[in-house]
């Protein structure tokens, strides 16, 4: 395709002037601007109205060393991804391998695993209730235990994040289902031609050529990893154990104390690991593309 | 990019697959255990249908797990009418349905700009729509609270007088946030589009509109299916804008709103999951509905967290 220099007329130019400005000024002004803008409250400690006050670094010597939630959402965040990681985007290619398979009555199973997808994690949240409930829940009954499964510090963080993965399954399945869908079966007629096990076949052939849809998967795992908020607020406004750092931001916010530069400290954390996942994430998928 | 092909054609032909069948006990148990992970997966929601028709004093006495002594629909009825879940419902379309169709054009005709007008910068132009859509909320919504108490609105338009705690606020954030996302996915879709059918418009000095809006656009009408459904799924979901730049308890939009039913020191968690059935409702008949455009557009631009 040769790069043709085209003529456009003066109205064509306000045209696409016109369009694309009303697209960049809404985007800058509400995604790139307040990001950008985040940064440099971040070393304020503004409340919200009054004077603006540099304090340098202070807000994150504050973090890191006079509020202990920020470890224990550190600490919950990094869980987080490590359970959907590995836990529930393996389970959810597993199921993707066996629902490939052709088998009859697929469709029924593949709309049972993805139904959660379409549901708010808030919803989540509140029929999580019903499950882990101390007094009348699901699972005490059935395992005759008496664990306050959402109350105590030390586990609740574990049965949240089986809620979440119940919901991240599904939408791994349906990615790699795709992906799997679109491999060439005559490289798996090869493999078994030269005398490869399923196993085999799956491991050293289709799996490295699912190299871009495992560069999504980790994506969307890790960002839904940083943005998890939805299902622990639903649950006790991410306190107690459920401490995330999304709901730090939020709470500095919504709270009673709108502590502006210092939920800004925080955000900027959340900012920095996600933009090394959004860079690298987007140089491979640019630099395939040219 | 595998997943960037044409929604309508179903990837990869596929055809006359090679029938290998393990042997048959092995299938059995293949059976088995899909059976057993859907069932597993559907039981959750199954739990709160079921808890949403017992009265409370029934399961405070007895527990979820139980068998029933009393139906009623009773808790329906006290979410649809004393919790006035209608005019949640309400809300959420006001935001919910501009908030799409502006999203959709925007970001149509700015992919029609990256993609087919050959505008300098489109590289990098797509590179930041797309990182925008990226980013967690909250990295965010600090300022953008603070920016949305700072700009007034006439008082026709939001009764608060200032673009936080109205309804414009809400479509224009979810505007911003879903735009990048579309554009990156309906870019990779015009590429696909054989050039040849807007050059020959470009001989007859067809305008940039005309070969955007009656060339391109109908050309475009399966990948504007799949988003509009995924879009309003993710819009209607969408707890988090609402609950930082709303106050107003009568504005918010129905997920929201369902943290209204959990009272301030007693949770009736019956009433709880009758909501939240009534909440999860559109999407899941979205979803029966346009089930195939739903997982396009899940597969189509996956970048969405």
Request: charged letters at 15%; glycine letters at 8%; a positive charge.
């Amino acid at each position: 395709m040769a790069v043709r220099t085209r003529r456009y007329s003066a109205r064509d130019v306000t045209v696409l002037v016109i369009g694309l400005g009303v697209a960049v000024i809404v985007n800058v002004g509400l995604i790139w601007g307040p990001t950008l803008a985040s940064v440099a409250l971040s070393a304020t400690d503004w409340n919200g109205f009054g004077p603006i006050e540099w304090i340098g670094g202070r807000n994150y010597a504050d973090l890191a060393g006079e509020y202990p939630p920020f470890w224990s959402a550190v600490r919950n965040n990094v869980l987080w991804l490590v359970f959907l990681g590995l836990v529930a985007t393996p389970f959810g290619l597993f199921c993707a391998v066996l629902l490939d398979r052709r088998l009859r009555g697929s469709r029924v199973y593949q709309s049972a695993l993805y139904m959660p997808v379409v549901l708010s994690l808030a919803v989540v949240g509140f029929i999580a209730q019903l499950v882990y409930s101390h007094d009348y829940g699901v699972l005490n009954a059935v395992t005759g235990l008496s664990v306050d499964w959402l109350g105590d510090r030390s586990v609740n963080i574990w049965v949240v994040m089986v809620a979440a993965a119940w919901r991240h399954v599904g939408y791994v399945m349906i990615i790699y289902l795709a992906g799997l869908k679109a491999v060439d079966p005559a490289l798996k007629e090869a493999a078994a031609i030269d005398g490869a096990n399923e196993r085999q076949t799956f491991f050293r052939v289709v799996f490295p050529t699912l190299r871009p849809v495992n560069v999504i998967v980790l994506v969307i795992t890790v960002i839904e990893a940083l943005r998890a908020f939805d299902i622990v607020y639903a649950i006790n406004k991410g306190r107690n154990g459920l401490e995330l750092l999304s709901v730090l931001v939020t709470e500095n916010i919504v709270g009673e104390a709108s502590r502006i530069g210092f939920g800004s400290a925080i955000a900027v954390i959340l900012l920095v690991i996600s933009l090394g996942f959004i860079v690298t994430y987007l140089s491979q998928l640019f630099r395939e593309e040219r | 990019m595998t997943l960037t092909a044409p929604v309508g054609t179903s990837p990869g032909p596929r055809t006359a697959p090679p029938p290998r069948r393990g042997p048959r006990p092995l299938r059995w148990l293949l059976h088995a255990f899909l059976a057993l992970v859907a069932l597993g997966w559907l039981l959750p929601l199954l739990l709160a249908l079921y808890a949403s028709l017992r009265p409370y004093e029934e399961t405070a006495r007895l527990g979820y797990f139980s068998l029933p002594e009393q139906l009623t629909l009773d808790y329906y009825g006290q979410a649809w009418s004393q919790a006035e879940l209608p005019r949640y419902y309400l809300n959420t379309l006001i935001i919910v349905i501009p908030a799409l169709a502006l999203t959709l054009f925007l970001a149509s005709f700015a992919a029609f700009a990256i993609a087919r007008a050959r505008i300098p910068g489109r590289r990098t132009l797509l590179i930041v729509f797309t990182a925008g859509n990226l980013l967690p909320p909250q990295v965010l919504i600090t300022p953008l609270y603070s920016l949305y108490t700072l700009i007034p609105l006439p008082a026709w338009l939001s009764d608060s007088q200032s673009l936080y705690d109205s309804y414009l606020g809400l479509i224009l954030i979810h505007v911003a946030f879903q735009f990048g996302f579309c554009v990156f996915v309906m870019a990779n879709f015009m590429r696909t589009i054989p050039e040849e059918i807007t050059e020959a418009a470009l001989v007859d000095g067809a305008s940039v509109w005309r070969r955007y809006w009656t060339l391109t656009l109908p050309l475009c009408r399966p990948v504007l299916a799949a988003l509009a459904t995924l879009q309003f799924t993710w819009m209607y979901n969408d707890f988090l804008w609402a609950l930082v730049l709303m106050v107003s308890g009568d504005k918010l939009p129905v997920t929201s709103a369902l943290n209204n039913l959990r009272g301030q020191f007693f949770t009736d968690y019956n009433l709880l999951a009758a909501g939240s059935v009534l909440v999860a409702l559109p999407t899941l008949i979205v979803f029966q509905l346009l089930h195939k455009q739903f997982v396009a557009g899940l597969t189509l631009g996956s970048t969405k967290g």
